[in-house]
């Protein structure tokens, strides 16, 4: 008989270093972070503009707007046209990608060392002189409307667009997707005010981490976005509202074998000193594998493969959120189960093993997550977008360490208690609608329709 292989024990979490950033503001107003890590021959450039609606009746255009002009900026400028632009990328191991969100609009792309200057006059050229040509404007108002029209029939969204516009209201952040009708509606000369009046340097980050000098990098962004310059500051969303939960929205979805349930309320920012003890609640409860809700739902009863929880930032608020797909005939039985642990996260206190998993795990997937350059820069962009430091990081680390179990026992009580939270299901209202009402009140409204193809396109 062979004896028992002995695992070591685990050892105690690396403090994490804070990394070595060095901050300058341009003359024109952004704000350019470097970060140098030698060692890997690569560059990872962030630049984060804030792009939130500017009031909340202009939201819906906005959106519709954006959604289009983060693809079509790319379209060419004064200079080169759309496959030149990709060629001068490429040549020095480059490919720009464009994204926007509720708050931002956000250049990003990996690089070589050596090609720090070529890349930064593409990226001025692209802040300062995008031609919006029409003809490719239209294949690229297309291309986003059918992108929708998928998006607009997947259940998933469906539940996340309809618990953002229960919690948000008319907030900007409520348009988790934009209208296909007003995406239609974009035209090229709105695309271009847009972004004449909302691409500014004032209020924007550039973030770049990787083998690159800082005085090198600050004398080559100041010489490339030299003519970057405009009036005004970008525009940042207003306050996030807090909204009474009301009872669950059952968002009908005829003939669906599947429910998804989604609950989400607010969660304490960046920098509120219980952000620790909440997302170790949140991880004791469904942040991960060994998770009180994934032993209930997955292991014990097996009404879904992966439900989780977790808490997300967004600039003018945070938000705690559990997602779960079930079955339909488990629905109303999955959503008591999901419901009772709360509950229990909320009036009973955590054993010390699951806090101390948590916090390893927290621990062990924040260094992870800024191990790489890729990491860092993302991290960095995010942190410094929303007002903060590097410093964050390792202030985070430090709370995480130090939280016990009566503050995440507080922190639950306050922030993860079930009658605090928006609950929405997409699902079957015809066979779920009465196992729903047997846990609370339901409202039922149908799901939203997908636009049919128009004809051309």
């Given at each position: 008989?062979?004896?028992?292989?002995?695992?070591?024990?685990?050892?105690?979490?690396?403090?994490?270093?804070?990394?070595?950033?060095?901050?300058?503001?341009?003359?024109?107003?952004?704000?350019?972070?470097?970060?140098?890590?030698?060692?890997?021959?690569?560059?990872?450039?962030?630049?984060?503009?804030?792009?939130?609606?500017?009031?909340?009746?202009?939201?819906?255009?906005?959106?519709?707007?954006?959604?289009?002009?983060?693809?079509?900026?790319?379209?060419?400028?004064?200079?080169?046209?759309?496959?030149?632009?990709?060629?001068?990328?490429?040549?020095?191991?480059?490919?720009?990608?464009v994204?926007?969100?509720?708050?931002?609009?956000?250049?990003?792309?990996?690089?070589?060392p050596?090609?720090?200057?070529?890349?930064?006059?593409?990226?001025?050229?692209?802040?300062?002189?995008?031609?919006?040509?029409?003809?490719?404007?239209?294949?690229?108002?297309?291309?986003?409307?059918?992108?929708?029209?998928?998006?607009?029939?997947?259940?998933?969204?469906?539940?996340?667009?309809?618990?953002?516009?229960?919690?948000?209201?008319?907030?900007?952040?409520?348009?988790?997707?934009?209208?296909?009708?007003?995406?239609?509606?974009v035209?090229?000369?709105?695309?271009?005010?847009?972004?004449?009046?909302?691409?500014?340097?004032?209020?924007?980050?550039?973030?770049?981490?990787?083998?690159?000098?800082?005085?090198?990098?600050?004398?080559?962004?100041?010489t490339a976005?030299?003519?970057?310059?405009?009036?005004?500051?970008?525009?940042?969303?207003?306050?996030?509202?807090?909204?009474a939960?009301?009872?669950l929205?059952?968002?009908?979805?005829?003939?669906?074998?599947?429910?998804?349930?989604?609950?989400?309320?607010?969660?304490?920012?960046?920098?509120?000193?219980?952000?620790?003890?909440?997302?170790?609640?949140?991880?004791?409860?469904?942040?991960?594998?060994?998770?009180?809700?994934?032993?209930?739902?997955?292991?014990?009863?097996?009404?879904?493969?992966?439900?989780?929880?977790?808490?997300?930032?967004?600039?003018?608020?945070?938000?705690?959120?559990?997602?779960?797909d079930?079955?339909?005939?488990?629905t109303?039985p999955?959503?008591?189960?999901?419901?009772?642990?709360?509950?229990?996260m909320?009036?009973?206190?955590?054993?010390?093993?699951?806090?101390?998993?948590?916090?390893?795990?927290?621990?062990?997937?924040?260094?992870?997550?800024?191990?790489?350059?890729?990491?860092?820069?993302s991290?960095?962009?995010?942190?410094?977008?929303?007002?903060?430091?590097?410093?964050?990081?390792?202030?985070?680390?430090?709370?995480?360490?130090?939280?016990?179990?009566?503050?995440?026992?507080?922190?639950?009580?306050?922030?993860?208690?079930?009658?605090?939270?928006?609950?929405?299901?997409?699902?079957?209202?015809?066979?779920?609608?009465?196992?729903?009402?047997?846990?609370?009140?339901?409202?039922?409204?149908?799901?939203?329709?997908?636009?049919?193809?128009?004809?051309?396109?």
């Amino acid at each position: 008989m062979s004896a028992p292989v002995l695992v070591p024990p685990l050892g105690d979490p690396r403090p994490m270093p804070v990394p070595q950033v060095h901050e300058t503001t341009m003359p024109n107003g952004l704000r350019l972070v470097v970060v140098p890590r030698p060692g890997v021959p690569l560059v990872e450039l962030r630049l984060r503009v804030p792009f939130a609606a500017a009031t909340p009746r202009t939201a819906a255009v906005h959106a519709a707007r954006t959604a289009v002009l983060s693809g079509a900026v790319l379209l060419g400028t004064a200079q080169h046209d759309e496959l030149q632009l990709a060629q001068l990328l490429q040549a020095q191991g480059a490919e720009l990608s464009v994204s926007a969100d509720a708050d931002r609009l956000l250049l990003a792309t990996t690089m070589l060392p050596g090609g720090l200057g070529e890349v930064l006059g593409i990226v001025a050229e692209l802040l300062g002189s995008a031609t919006y040509p029409a003809r490719q404007v239209e294949a690229e108002r297309s291309r986003v409307g059918e992108r929708l029209r998928i998006a607009r029939s997947q259940p998933g969204l469906i539940a996340r667009t309809a618990l953002a516009e229960r919690r948000y209201g008319s907030h900007p952040y409520a348009q988790q997707l934009p209208s296909a009708e007003l995406v239609g509606a974009v035209t090229p000369a709105a695309l271009r005010k847009l972004h004449r009046e909302r691409v500014l340097p004032a209020g924007s980050t550039l973030v770049l981490v990787g083998d690159v000098d800082p005085a090198a990098a600050a004398d080559a962004v100041g010489t490339a976005l030299a003519g970057w310059s405009a009036e005004g500051v970008a525009v940042t969303a207003p306050p996030a509202p807090v909204t009474a939960p009301g009872p669950l929205e059952l968002v009908h979805r005829a003939g669906a074998v599947q429910s998804n349930i989604r609950l989400g309320g607010p969660a304490p920012g960046r920098t509120d000193p219980q952000l620790a003890a909440v997302r170790l609640a949140s991880m004791v409860f469904g942040g991960y594998f060994s998770s009180r809700l994934v032993e209930n739902l997955r292991e014990r009863r097996g009404y879904t493969y992966s439900p989780r929880s977790s808490v997300e930032h967004l600039v003018a608020g945070s938000s705690f959120l559990v997602d779960a797909d079930v079955a339909t005939e488990v629905t109303g039985p999955a959503l008591l189960e999901t419901l009772y642990e709360l509950g229990r996260m909320a009036l009973t206190p955590v054993t010390e093993a699951e806090l101390e998993s948590a916090r390893r795990y927290l621990l062990g997937t924040l260094a992870l997550g800024t191990a790489t350059h890729a990491g860092l820069a993302s991290t960095l962009s995010a942190l410094f977008g929303s007002g903060l430091s590097a410093e964050w990081l390792a202030d985070h680390q430090q709370a995480l360490a130090a939280v016990g179990v009566d503050e995440v026992t507080e922190a639950a009580r306050r922030w993860l208690a079930p009658t605090g939270l928006t609950a929405v299901v997409v699902g079957d209202a015809e066979r779920i609608t009465d196992p729903l009402g047997a846990v609370g009140p339901v409202e039922v409204r149908p799901a939203p329709i997908a636009p049919a193809p128009q004809a051309g396109e």
